[in-house]
């Protein structure tokens, strides 16, 4: 997941890839990256896209970076493979 803060909005921007062709999404948040807040934004807005309540929701790794790892509580690797794939493939 790649985090854009102080983005204008709240919003999924689509899915790309990394320098070793990894997919990852790219999301935007309203919030500055201050006091964990963009973190919280993120959370609760991927909780809200995949359908979970936002406390199964947690940003694992990347905590002060842009890049970071998400873990979706009792969710699938298959069911996050299939919401990644909803979103189309940007540059």
Do not use: C, H, Q
């Not at 199964?56 to 996050?80: H, P, Q």
């Amino acid at each position: 997941m790649r985090l854009t803060p102080s983005g204008g909005a709240d919003r999924i921007d689509g899915r790309a890839r990394d320098g070793d062709g990894a997919l990852y999404l790219k999301a935007r948040v309203r919030v500055a990256p201050e006091n964990n807040e963009a973190n919280r934004a993120l959370e609760a807005l991927i909780a809200k896209a995949f359908g979970v309540a936002k406390g199964k929701v947690s940003v694992t790794r990347g905590a002060t970076a842009r890049m970071k790892t998400l873990e979706i509580d009792g969710a699938s690797e298959a069911e996050i493979a299939a919401f990644i794939a909803r979103f189309e493939e940007k540059p």
